[in-house]
């Protein structure tokens, strides 16, 4: 893990990420076939990618609610 080190360095800390993001596509893109998106649990994937900015919006406004909730009880 030592050739790793100036790569751990934030200036390459993006390198990684972009990698990492490229490994995980490509596995999806393995592992996801036509067939698979024809089944229930495929096609409730599709839905939420299709609308994937208003699932973001949703999930950070709810995020936001449940952080203040915790905040407001403490």
């Known amino acids: ?3 790793l ?3 751990l ?5 993006s390198l990684l990420r972009y990698l990492h993001f ?3 596509a490509h ?3 393995i592992i ?3 067939a ?3 089944r229930a649990a495929g096609r409730a994937v599709a839905r939420i990618g299709q ?3 208003p699932t973001f919006i949703f999930s950070s406004v709810l995020d936001t609610m449940v952080q203040a909730y915790g905040k407001a009880a403490d």
């Not at 360095?9 to 800390?13: E, F, G, I, M, N």
């Open 51 to 53: 609308n994937a900015v």
């Open 32 to 34: 996801v076939d036509e």
């Open 5 to 7: 080190g100036p790569y």
């Open 9 to 13: 360095d934030k200036q390459y800390l």
């Open 27 to 29: 596995i999806a893109y």
């Open 22 to 24: 490229l490994a995980v």
């Open 1 to 3: 893990a030592q050739w």
């Open 36 to 38: 698979s998106l024809r």
